[in-house]
Every structure is written in structure tokens, then in C-alpha cells.
């Protein structure tokens, strides 16, 4: 299974990016997927997940500012970023992986599938 992450790239602080998560195969239908990102000198953390039916969480670093979206059809999954800060510079990773529900509430576990990163910085 190959995953192909694009979309990153240089914006301002304030500015928007949105990422895209290919899969080659039908994985994401049967996947939760997450992106993760790993900033310089920092362990790789947990941004967005998404479950195979839409139920989502984020990281609180994140919310309200992020969107993760899935198109099954089109095999990808994205990540609307809006409102960016130089925080959010790093590295983005997607990744297919497992899910579970504990009393109705999404959490994705993880999985084995990794798209190759994606660079993004947020800078004046």
C-alpha cells in the first residue's frame, strides 16, 4: 500500500494550506486515517483523525483551525489548515491505520501506512 502526501508548502502566519493523502488501492475504505507532524527536535504527535465513517478528533493544539475530510471514491483524505501559526511548522505525515470506540467516542490507534511527509512552514 502507497501513500502519496502533497500539498504543503510556505505561508504566512494567518494563511491556509490543505493537504491531500492519496492512497493507491482501496485502503481508505476499510482504514481510520490520521495525520501526524514532526517538527525539528520533536517526537512525531497526533494532528487529525478520521474514522471509516467520518467521526473525527483533533489535537486541542489544532482545533477549530484544522478540518480532516475523507473521500472514499477518490481514496484521499485531507487537511484543511486555516489560521496558521509558526507553531505549525513541521513535517506532515499521513497514516492509515486502526480505530476504536470507547463509550461512543472515536479514537484511532495506528497503524503501519505511511505517506512520505510533507514540508510546511509558516513564517513572515
Known amino acids: 500500500v502507497q501513500l502519496q502526501a502533497s500539498g504543503g508548502g510556505k505561508v504566512r502566519p494567518g494563511g491556509y494550506l490543505r493537504l491531500s493523502c492519496a492512497a493507491v488501492g482501496s485502503i481508505f475504505s476499510i482504514k481510520a486515517v490520521a495525520w501526524y507532524r514532526q517538527a525539528p527536535g520533536k517526537q512525531r504527535e497526533l494532528v487529525a483523525a478520521?474514522?471509516?465513517?467520518?467521526?473525527?478528533n483533533y489535537a486541542d493544539s489544532v482545533k477549530g483551525r484544522f478540518t480532516i475530510s475523507r473521500d472514499n471514491a477518490k481514496n484521499t483524505v485531507y487537511l484543511q489548515m486555516n489560521t496558521l501559526k509558526p507553531e505549525d511548522t513541521a513535517v506532515y505525515y499521513c497514516n492509515a491505520g486502526d480505530q476504536k470506540y470507547v463509550s461512543g467516542n472515536f479514537y484511532y490507534i495506528g497503524g503501519d501506512y505511511w505517506g512520505q511527509g510533507t514540508q510546511v512552514t509558516v513564517s513572515s
Open positions: 478520521i474514522s471509516k465513517t467520518g467521526s473525527t
